[in-house]
Protein backbone atom coordinates (compact mmCIF):
# COMPACT_ATOMS: atom_id res chain seq x y z
CA UNK A 1 0.00 0.00 0.00
CA UNK A 2 2.62 2.32 1.07
CA UNK A 3 4.77 1.88 -2.34
CA UNK A 4 1.38 1.87 -4.41
CA UNK A 5 1.15 5.64 -2.54
CA UNK A 6 4.86 6.72 -3.36
CA UNK A 7 4.20 5.12 -6.66
CA UNK A 8 1.30 7.65 -7.04
CA UNK A 9 2.91 10.51 -5.70
CA UNK A 10 5.81 10.78 -8.33
CA UNK A 11 3.12 11.27 -10.97
CA UNK A 12 0.72 12.99 -9.11
CA UNK A 13 2.81 15.40 -7.05
CA UNK A 14 2.03 18.59 -9.09
CA UNK A 15 -1.71 18.62 -8.64
CA UNK A 16 -1.03 18.52 -4.72
CA UNK A 17 1.06 21.82 -5.53
CA UNK A 18 -1.97 23.19 -7.62
CA UNK A 19 -4.85 22.38 -5.79
CA UNK A 20 -4.00 24.78 -2.95
CA UNK A 21 -3.21 27.58 -5.73
CA UNK A 22 -6.66 26.95 -7.81
CA UNK A 23 -8.45 26.53 -4.61
CA UNK A 24 -7.62 30.01 -3.54
CA UNK A 25 -8.12 31.72 -6.79
CA UNK A 26 -11.12 30.39 -6.74
CA UNK A 27 -12.20 31.64 -3.48
CA UNK A 28 -10.81 35.23 -4.32
CA UNK A 29 -12.63 35.54 -7.21
CA UNK A 30 -16.05 34.34 -5.84
CA UNK A 31 -15.19 36.63 -3.40
CA UNK A 32 -14.51 39.73 -5.76
CA UNK A 33 -17.73 38.86 -7.66
CA UNK A 34 -20.04 38.25 -5.02
CA UNK A 35 -18.73 42.23 -3.72
CA UNK A 36 -18.49 43.70 -7.07
CA UNK A 37 -21.32 46.76 -7.43
CA UNK A 38 -24.44 45.29 -9.42
CA UNK A 39 -24.45 47.30 -12.63
CA UNK A 40 -27.15 49.56 -11.48
CA UNK A 41 -24.57 50.94 -8.63
CA UNK A 42 -21.69 51.76 -10.89
CA UNK A 43 -21.75 53.61 -14.25
CA UNK A 44 -19.13 53.21 -17.64
CA UNK A 45 -18.43 56.28 -19.48
CA UNK A 46 -15.70 56.07 -22.75
CA UNK A 47 -13.90 59.17 -23.84
CA UNK A 48 -12.19 60.13 -26.55
CA UNK A 49 -9.15 61.69 -26.02
CA UNK A 50 -5.15 61.95 -25.46
CA UNK A 51 -5.29 61.21 -21.89
CA UNK A 52 -7.51 61.44 -18.60
CA UNK A 53 -7.00 61.08 -14.96
CA UNK A 54 -9.30 58.83 -14.97
CA UNK A 55 -8.87 57.49 -11.16
CA UNK A 56 -9.04 61.49 -9.41
CA UNK A 57 -12.60 62.12 -11.83
CA UNK A 58 -13.64 58.72 -11.04
CA UNK A 59 -13.19 59.24 -7.05
CA UNK A 60 -14.65 63.06 -7.88
CA UNK A 61 -18.01 61.60 -9.71
CA UNK A 62 -18.46 58.92 -6.81
CA UNK A 63 -18.39 61.10 -4.08
CA UNK A 64 -20.90 63.61 -5.53
CA UNK A 65 -23.66 60.16 -6.39
CA UNK A 66 -22.69 58.30 -3.40
CA UNK A 67 -25.96 59.52 -2.46
CA UNK A 68 -27.65 58.27 -5.23
CA UNK A 69 -26.51 55.42 -4.96
CA UNK A 70 -23.28 55.10 -6.98
CA UNK A 71 -20.79 52.71 -5.89
CA UNK A 72 -18.15 53.08 -8.69
CA UNK A 73 -17.81 55.03 -11.89
CA UNK A 74 -14.75 54.15 -14.10
CA UNK A 75 -13.58 55.88 -17.57
CA UNK A 76 -12.11 54.08 -20.84
CA UNK A 77 -10.42 56.26 -23.00
CA UNK A 78 -8.55 56.54 -26.09
CA UNK A 79 -6.77 58.45 -28.20
CA UNK A 80 -8.24 59.34 -31.83
CA UNK A 81 -5.20 59.28 -32.90
CA UNK A 82 -4.43 55.64 -32.28
CA UNK A 83 -4.73 52.80 -34.84
CA UNK A 84 -7.01 50.88 -32.61
CA UNK A 85 -9.11 53.77 -31.30
CA UNK A 86 -12.05 52.29 -33.69
CA UNK A 87 -11.79 48.94 -32.39
CA UNK A 88 -11.96 50.04 -28.56
CA UNK A 89 -14.71 52.30 -29.14
CA UNK A 90 -16.51 49.37 -30.88
CA UNK A 91 -15.17 46.89 -28.46
CA UNK A 92 -15.00 48.85 -24.85
CA UNK A 93 -17.25 51.52 -25.99
CA UNK A 94 -20.19 50.23 -27.41
CA UNK A 95 -20.43 46.82 -25.73
CA UNK A 96 -19.51 48.22 -21.75
CA UNK A 97 -20.35 52.26 -21.46
CA UNK A 98 -23.19 53.99 -20.21
CA UNK A 99 -22.12 56.95 -21.97
CA UNK A 100 -19.78 58.68 -24.58
CA UNK A 101 -17.85 61.65 -24.30
CA UNK A 102 -16.48 61.95 -28.17
CA UNK A 103 -14.73 64.33 -30.49
CA UNK A 104 -17.26 66.15 -33.14
CA UNK A 105 -14.99 64.09 -35.73
CA UNK A 106 -15.75 60.69 -34.42
CA UNK A 107 -19.91 61.29 -34.10
CA UNK A 108 -19.44 62.10 -37.67
CA UNK A 109 -17.85 58.65 -38.82
CA UNK A 110 -20.44 57.03 -36.72
CA UNK A 111 -24.19 55.81 -37.78
CA UNK A 112 -24.82 57.03 -34.44
CA UNK A 113 -28.69 55.87 -34.61
CA UNK A 114 -26.85 52.29 -34.54
CA UNK A 115 -25.67 52.43 -31.06
CA UNK A 116 -26.31 56.06 -29.48
CA UNK A 117 -30.06 57.44 -28.13
CA UNK A 118 -31.24 59.89 -29.84
CA UNK A 119 -32.38 63.32 -27.80
CA UNK A 120 -36.00 63.64 -28.10
CA UNK A 121 -38.32 66.95 -27.17
CA UNK A 122 -41.36 64.78 -27.12
CA UNK A 123 -40.16 62.21 -24.50
CA UNK A 124 -38.93 64.65 -22.29
CA UNK A 125 -35.44 63.83 -22.64
CA UNK A 126 -33.66 67.42 -23.67
CA UNK A 127 -35.93 68.93 -21.22
CA UNK A 128 -35.08 67.22 -18.22
CA UNK A 129 -31.44 66.40 -19.13
CA UNK A 130 -30.31 68.96 -21.75
CA UNK A 131 -31.47 72.23 -20.14
CA UNK A 132 -29.43 75.18 -20.90
CA UNK A 133 -27.50 73.17 -23.42
CA UNK A 134 -25.06 75.24 -25.87
CA UNK A 135 -25.55 72.65 -28.86
CA UNK A 136 -25.97 69.53 -30.10
CA UNK A 137 -24.63 66.86 -31.99
CA UNK A 138 -27.02 65.91 -35.03
CA UNK A 139 -27.37 63.49 -37.87
CA UNK A 140 -30.50 62.77 -39.90
CA UNK A 141 -32.36 65.32 -38.06
CA UNK A 142 -31.81 63.79 -34.47
CA UNK A 143 -29.84 64.77 -31.91
CA UNK A 144 -27.42 62.16 -30.76
CA UNK A 145 -24.78 64.37 -28.34
CA UNK A 146 -24.84 67.61 -25.97
CA UNK A 147 -22.12 69.86 -26.25
CA UNK A 148 -19.64 69.96 -23.62
CA UNK A 149 -17.78 72.81 -21.99
CA UNK A 150 -13.92 72.02 -22.88
CA UNK A 151 -12.39 75.01 -21.11
CA UNK A 152 -14.60 73.89 -17.96
CA UNK A 153 -14.10 71.87 -15.12
CA UNK A 154 -13.39 68.36 -17.01
CA UNK A 155 -10.40 70.42 -18.93
CA UNK A 156 -8.64 69.36 -15.05
CA UNK A 157 -9.58 65.78 -15.48
CA UNK A 158 -9.68 65.25 -19.47
CA UNK A 159 -6.77 66.09 -22.22
CA UNK A 160 -9.45 67.27 -25.09
CA UNK A 161 -8.53 67.48 -28.23
CA UNK A 162 -8.90 70.80 -30.49
CA UNK A 163 -12.59 70.21 -31.59
CA UNK A 164 -15.47 70.67 -30.27
CA UNK A 165 -16.92 67.38 -27.63
CA UNK A 166 -20.29 66.10 -27.03
CA UNK A 167 -21.55 63.94 -24.15
CA UNK A 168 -23.75 60.95 -25.72
CA UNK A 169 -25.55 57.99 -23.80
CA UNK A 170 -25.61 54.31 -25.33
CA UNK A 171 -28.83 53.33 -25.99
CA UNK A 172 -28.41 49.64 -24.75
CA UNK A 173 -27.35 51.43 -21.26
CA UNK A 174 -29.37 49.58 -18.59
CA UNK A 175 -29.09 52.44 -16.26
CA UNK A 176 -30.50 55.14 -18.65
CA UNK A 177 -34.39 54.44 -16.90
CA UNK A 178 -36.83 54.10 -19.57
CA UNK A 179 -34.74 55.91 -22.22
CA UNK A 180 -33.32 53.38 -24.08
CA UNK A 181 -33.87 49.59 -24.96
CA UNK A 182 -34.98 48.66 -21.12
CA UNK A 183 -37.88 49.55 -19.14
CA UNK A 184 -36.06 50.20 -16.19
CA UNK A 185 -37.41 53.11 -14.44
CA UNK A 186 -35.64 53.08 -10.94
CA UNK A 187 -31.90 52.49 -12.63
CA UNK A 188 -31.61 55.87 -14.16
CA UNK A 189 -27.94 56.42 -12.35
CA UNK A 190 -25.87 57.14 -16.02
CA UNK A 191 -28.59 59.62 -16.53
CA UNK A 192 -27.87 61.43 -13.03
CA UNK A 193 -23.74 61.55 -14.18
CA UNK A 194 -25.14 62.68 -17.51
CA UNK A 195 -26.23 66.10 -15.45
CA UNK A 196 -23.40 65.99 -13.59
CA UNK A 197 -20.87 66.04 -16.09
CA UNK A 198 -22.70 68.38 -17.82
CA UNK A 199 -23.30 70.74 -15.09
CA UNK A 200 -20.61 71.80 -13.24
CA UNK A 201 -18.13 70.72 -10.80
CA UNK A 202 -20.47 71.83 -7.72
Known sequence: MNRKFQARLAYSWPLYLALPLILGFTVSYLFYVSHRPAYYETVDVFVGARDIRKDDLAKKIEARLSDEGMKEATFAYCDPSDPLYSQKLSVVGYNGSDLFLLPKSTLESMTCSDILLPFEEADGFVASYCAGASGFFEQDGKSYGVGID??????????????????????????????????????DLALKEFVYLRGGAS
Not at 150 to 174: A, P, Q, R
Open 150 to 187: TDGWLSDYVSFLDEDYYLCVNSISKNIGSMGLYDNPEY
